[in-house]
């Protein structure tokens, strides 16, 4: 290191940690995913990681063919829908509701989309929280109530809802707004706030919790579908996995043995 | 000579805030957490998985993220060149933009044709080079700026000296210019792996949240909260907190034995 002194010591050294480091990381990478064959890509909501980790578990014991389950917010894996890579396109689309798949399918990236379970409103409580009996205790008894914003489905359809039977104008006040579904269950998981109006699907992943299920929030429903894309690169493979998570004896299980009512 | 008490007292007092803050948000984390979820986090192959890909990544970014800042920081300090003003706007970039917004942006750009050209070599979008770049990125913003700082604080006059008596302007930079800024560079790397390691957005949004392949730690913590599973969480974010104040103790150590 003539002409660079104890810096460029330094300088070669940290270079040899970055080679290293890169090396290392590429060996986690080839065990982690071996290049023999390329899995099927499933962009699945966060909040339906329980189901589709058994699923895609059984699947791959089944089939012998892997499945590689990519994570994230449901209105993200829109945007990763929206943008395929040529090298690495996604194969299905799995989002919290199916608000997501209904703006991908106007985005013509769907294929096909089946729906998989249904959903409705109820009121997750804080713990140690007693339910309402009546709409109107959320005001006597001066609830702060978290909803996730508008466009998370919850958000919209219960708002819709409240909006058409006059009922918003009382709740808005004591509202808190959360990013989804799953922020609101949080809050109230921690006390931040005094119930959420969550998905009963949501709800059943918070047992310790009550819920109430008010009259006021009755047709406040959706449906979890899963899509076939368009951008698949082995649709065959692909319908195949959707036929699998349909399957009342394989994918559907799964789904209501957490919660889920599914659609048979 | 009036007692100096009153002006300790003021400012322990204005800092203190803040300290007891970090301290209080440590606190409450320690007691909603649970042993029994700290050791099903430890019993996960996912979360080690996370905890080693987020220690190497984060490394491997802080690294690059000093090989970056000390050529552009020493640039941006000591020499002025047309497009100087874009420069320095284009670095700050990545400080000021909204964390999804990087991650997106760098999702876009491997849309492009030359992305997809390089992707042809390397797969870069879901796959670990995209935790890597992702952190990097904003990492690197951040010792860019501490690497230009550090330079600014010194007057060059030394450097100045040396090429008279006889270095080439490598040999200054290297024998004078870099150990006068040690601290300043090393203050740099510890800022960038500390970023890069809590990185959330853009990795989330550019690598995505594969289990077993480019989980981190932030991703791991997300994964767990989106299924309402709180105690995992904080479980995992204890984890977090241990391997940094682990890694930034050794990296002080390295720090004062260098000063």
Known sequence: MAGTGRAGVWAVGSAAVAVGLIVALAVRERTAAPTD?????????????????????????????????????SEEMLTRVRLPSAVDPGD????????????ADKLGLVAESRPVARMRAVLLLAPG?????????????????????????????????????????????????AATVTDSANAAKLGAVDAAIVWDAVARQYPDQRTAELPELTGIEAEVRVAVLRQSARPADAERFLRFVLDPEHGLRHFRDLGFRVVE | MKSDRPFFVAFAALGGVYVLLVAALLLADLLYLSP??????????????????SLLSSSLAAILSVWVAVPLGYLLARTRFPGRGIVEFLVDVPIVLPPLVVGLSLLILFQTAAGRWVQGFVPVTYAVPAVVLAQFVVSAALAVR?????????SGRTEDVARVLGCTRWQAFWRVSVPEARRGILAAGVLAWARAVGEFGPVLVFAGVTRGRTEVLPTAVY????????????????????ASAAVLAIMRRLASRTA
């Open chain 1, 92 to 103: 299905l689309f799995a989002p919290a509701d199916e608000s997501y798949v209904t703006s």
């Open chain 2, 146 to 154: 501490t690497v230009r700082v550090t330079f600014e604080q010194r």
């Open chain 2, 223 to 242: 994964l767990e909260l989106s299924v309402g599973n709180v105690e995992a969480a904080v479980a995992i974010a204890a984890l977090m907190i241990a």
């Open chain 2, 36 to 53: 029994s979820a700290i050791l099903a986090a430890l019993r996960d192959p996912n979360i080690r998985s996370a905890v080693w890909l």
């Open chain 1, 129 to 177: 929280r007693m339910p309402p009996t009546a709409w109107g205790d959320l005001a006597s008894r001066d609830m702060r109530v978290s909803l996730a914003n508008e466009a998370a489905a919850i958000g919209r359809l219960t708002r819709q809802r409240l909006i058409a039977t006059g009922l918003w104008r009382e709740l808005e006040p004591r509202v808190r707004g």
């Open chain 1, 37 to 73: 064959a390329r899995p099927l890509v499933v962009y699945a909501a966060a909040s339906l990681r329980p189901a589709f980790t058994r699923i895609a578990t059984e699947y791959e014991a089944e089939t012998g063919q892997r499945v590689e389950l990519r994570f994230g917010a």
